[in-house]
């Protein structure tokens, strides 16, 4: 394949986005409280594929409006023929549901509404009112799906794509008049959906395991060990009473029975989890904030499509973010590492 065709095929199916796809099966393994594991890349090479899918038939579906609008995208220009972009759609679309079969039952039950998703947006809903629900919807998915492979279960991955779905809906919101600029309001609304989106980061979820030491026992929250009384029991009598645990020492009285462990590190406000969710959240603000601001003031094409970008390129730390919320560090780190790769890419092929 010639280098300009290369480059067509890139533009097509806009390859700097693919660094945003990785961190939604991560962030959902992470949701569950898993460890990433050979399903889990399974279903990172299944999201790939669905987006990809997404952007090849995004472009075919679109082709008549491009010609008029962006004559210079690989369809209209007549870098890529139409039948090649439609047939690209098929195979990856294909090649996505296989992988997710592979990694199980429940991933493949995930992947095929995705995938049905995907092609409903671009044939039919995209320019209808329930055109950017639907692509929040694919969003979510996607993280779900990550929880679905690596673990078989998603309901403790909703919060999680809840959030993420939110973002997609106020970047698709944004996108929806880049080419032809408009009213300030989406770029207002998808400003005022990041702060708040910020905001509920820094907060951390009920349900995430803390750092409880590994001597506990059952039902001891402050970490301190129980044993049994050494008080004999007779028929009859009230069940012993647990005390804990010394040696030659009497049970403290009420008076004395307070906390003298320190607080675990996952409750305190300045623990690393938490100083890294909230980095991480902050550089998500950062990223989407200005460009949504600019648009805002000046809701032009080209500061739109800016924000456009913007809101896409956020999204990998508001999946890294996610993570570290719910106490994946090195995943969060890892997703948080895609952003450069992804910025570097971005600078040769544009991601809208």
């Not at 079969?101 to 429940?106: K, N, Q, S, T």
């Not at 779900?144 to 673990?151: K, M, Q």
């Not at 032809?180 to 998808?190: D, E, M, V």
């Not at 100083?275 to 200005?290: F, V």
């Amino acid at each position: 394949m010639s280098r300009s065709r290369s480059r067509a095929w890139a533009e097509l199916l806009r390859l700097p986005a693919l660094f945003t796809v990785p961190g939604d099966a991560l962030s959902g393994a992470a949701a569950v409280g898993a460890r990433p594991n050979s399903r889990t890349l399974l279903a990172i090479g299944s999201s790939l594929c669905l987006y990809e899918a997404g952007m090849a038939l995004n472009d075919w579906a679109d082709r008549a409006e491009d010609a008029a609008e962006r004559p210079h995208r690989p369809l209209p220009s007549g870098r890529v023929h139409p039948a090649a972009a439609f047939t690209a759609a098929c195979a990856l679309t294909g090649a996505g549901l296989a992988l997710a079969a592979r990694a199980g039952r429940p991933a493949l039950t995930v992947a095929a509404p995705l995938a049905a998703t995907v092609w409903a947006y671009d044939l039919a809903l995209k320019h209808t009112p329930c055109g950017p629900a639907a692509m929040a919807t694919a969003r979510a998915l996607d993280l779900a799906l990550g929880a679905a492979a690596t673990t078989g279960r998603t309901r403790a991955a909703l919060p999680s794509a809840a959030l993420l779905g939110t973002h997609t809906l106020a970047v698709t919101v944004v996108s929806r008049q880049e080419t032809k600029g408009g009213s300030p309001l989406a770029p207002l609304a998808a400003l005022t959906t990041t702060a708040l989106l910020s905001r509920l980061l820094a907060h951390r979820p009920t349900g995430v395991p803390s750092d409880r030491p590994s001597g506990a026992g059952p039902g001891d929250a402050d970490g301190v060990a129980t044993v049994p009384s050494r008080r004999s029991v007779t028929p009859g009598s009230p069940p012993a009473i647990a005390e804990p645990a010394a040696a030659g020492r009497e049970r403290p009285g009420p008076a004395h029975a307070r906390r003298i462990t320190p607080p675990r590190s996952a409750d305190s406000a300045w623990s690393p989890g938490r100083a890294l969710t909230t980095a991480l959240a902050a550089t998500y603000a950062a990223t989407a904030a200005r460009p949504y601001f600019h648009a805002t003031l000046n809701p032009s094409p080209p500061l739109t499509q800016r924000a456009v970008g913007g809101g896409i390129r956020a999204t990998i730390p508001l999946q890294a973010a996610l993570s570290a919320r719910s106490g994946a560090g090195l995943t969060a780190l890892l997703i948080a590492g895609l952003a450069p790769l992804g910025r570097r890419f971005g600078r040769k092929v544009s991601v809208t």
